[in-house]
């Protein structure tokens, strides 16, 4: 399957909103080869991605973005996906080590100042990621937060200027759990502690009955987004085309 030549990324996104995830991650995988690559910071839809992508390419990249705050229970998930996939991961890390960062900015940046701690330990070395890649895939869902229900299954990331492909966007979380569990999908271990979502063992917390499956991050902040899923549209057709190999 092929874009069009000089393919408007919207022509596709239309198109690709009526297929399966799979059919995405086949079209992304032909479509940029080894300049494509997963992200994950291995909650339930990564790992769903993870465990799909294995079924169409055998040989995928993967990357996540490594804080060096991360619990326990994900560093060994990680090692489980690289024996059970047979894949390296690509872990990507902030130009600050913990330490730097406590210099630089004083302790427990994420007390004070958790847009900044997360930009950081994430958006910069996220950007740097990118900037080797003509797409990436994510596992992000439509429902999580408000910054993500508009995303398409097929789209240009404006903010980091490459092709951003979400193929379970129109996914439920109960959709993800159904999957996980017909296929005997390894998952983080705190899933089962009450932690529907998560991140940095600084910024992560159980959530208790009733609460939304993302209050357990950022508690005591308004923030809920790390600020790698934030849409910007614009951005010139040069750069699109030349992402695109057009
Ligand atoms: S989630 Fe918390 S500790 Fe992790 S990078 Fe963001 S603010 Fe820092």
Redesign the pocket.
């Known amino acids: 399957m092929s874009i069009q030549p000089l393919g408007q990324i919207e022509e596709v996104q239309k198109e690709a909103e009526a297929w399966s995830p799979q059919r995405v991650l086949t079209w992304a995988f032909e479509k940029f080869g080894g300049s494509v690559a997963i992200s994950s910071a291995f909650g339930a839809e990564g790992m769903v991605l993870i465990d799909m992508a294995s079924r169409v390419r055998k040989d995928f990249r993967l990357f996540t973005i490594d ?1 060096e ?1 991360l619990f326990p229970e994900t560093y060994n998930l990680m090692d489980r996906i690289e024996e059970k996939y047979g894949i390296s991961i690509e872990k990507v890390y902030s130009l600050l080590s913990p330490e730097t960062q406590e210099f630089t900015h004083g302790a427990e ?2 007390t004070r100042d ?2 900044l ?2 930009r ?3 958006v910069e070395p996220l950007r740097r990621k990118l900037q080797e890649l003509s797409a990436w895939i994510t596992s992000i869902r439509r429902d999580q937060t408000s910054a993500r229900s508009s995303a398409h299954r097929i789209e240009w990331d404006a903010k980091f200027g490459l092709v951003k492909v979400n193929p379970i966007v129109d996914w439920t979380s109960k959709q993800v759990w159904r999957y996980i569990h017909e296929h005997d999908v390894p998952y983080n271990e705190l899933h089962n502690q009450d932690f529907p979502s998560i ?6 917390r159980a959530v208790k009955p009733g609460e939304d499956s993302r209050a357990g ?2 508690p005591g902040f308004a923030k809920t987004e ?1 600020g790698l899923h934030i849409i910007e549209r614009a951005q010139t057709s040069d750069a699109k085309a030349a992402k695109l190999g057009n």
């Open positions: 804080t705050y940046l994420w958790p847009d701690c997360c950081l330990r994430k991140g940095c063992t600084h910024c992560t991050r950022w790390c």
